[in-house]
């Protein structure tokens, strides 16, 4: 069975806090010996508003300090000879938010008033041992309040510099592996690539000198060179450096589109909607998307024309890729590293894919990736 844990918000928290010690002081005072008529109702209202106060204490910690203390003496001058438990507790909430140089002072000057209020109202041998009792008690109290408010603020201060550690951590290992990868990839495919690149390029310049008609494939095999060099170059700078260049985005696709012109497949590319700004990541992966759909058209299609359409949604961003191909030819959506990559990418946006035969034949592969979530 699964366990629902509710997180009570924080000022609901405090208004509990702020209305349990009201109660508690309004409760104490006018159970025990107390003034009445005119001094009664003005030392019940202190109480009340001492206690009460302590629901800004997040907010205006010192504020709520002042206010409580003044309440405390206003009605131990009225005659209620109650604890200042809300002051304790605004004491607590103003060393743990780190007023720790105002909230002293402010205390011992407290501590001063309130003796000296006691000793002013209340005369007699008796009420003065009781007075010095009370201020005993009271210097007790504030001393275990401030110390428990230090005790948390320190303790919060240390989570947040071990969260401040652990990102820090987090941030040097993945730096540390995008570093990994670049060196992975330059010393795995860039030596490779650059001999494809090259020796396409010989063969072209040779032909072109012996007069020979160039084919169209070993011309798509040099333009594909090129870019996979430019591309793969472009790769390598991201991981080593985050501030460089973004990779292609929409504005990518038409010279995409014309690439593949080269290699005999005729494309169209249409853009429906109203253009507007999209995400960074929305239009990186719409980029390959199209990518990888038209390069599965022309590895295992048998196709000769293939769409590509962009439309501009409110909210969403659809692409999609049409072919007039061999439905039967195209690799299956899950082994298919290249369709389960668009598949991830998609997902990680909330977008859906769908890659399915089209009813009049071909392929289709379509897209809707949201707009109003992805950076």
Known sequence: MDTWRFAVPAAVTDWAIAVGVAALLLGTGLSGSHPSGGRE???SALLA???LALAARRRAPLVVLAVTG???VGYLAAGFEVLAVSYLVAVYGAVRAGHRTVTLPVSLGLLAVLHLTALISHNGPTRAIMTQARHTLEIAWLIAA???GEAVRQAERRADEAEHTREETARRRADEERLRLARELHDSLTHQISVIKVQSEVAVHVARRRGEQVPEALLAIQEAGREASRELRATLEALRDDDTAPPPGLDNIPNLVERFRTTGLKTMLTIGGQPHDVPAAVGRTAYRIVQESLTNVARHAAATA??????YQPGALAIRVDD???AASHPA???GLGLLGMRERVTALGGRLRTEPRGTGGFTVQA????NGAS
């Not at 293939?306 to 439309?311: E, K, R």
């Not at 809707?368 to 707009?371: F, G, V």
């Open 41 to 43: 109702l003005l030392g």
């Open 146 to 148: 401030f110390a428990a």
């Open 333 to 335: 959506p899950t082994p």
């Open 324 to 326: 007039n191909g061999e």
């Open 70 to 72: 003044l309440s405390a």
């Open 49 to 51: 508003a001492g206690g």
């Open 306 to 311: 293939a769409s590509v359409l962009i439309d």
């Open 368 to 371: 809707e990736l949201p707009t």
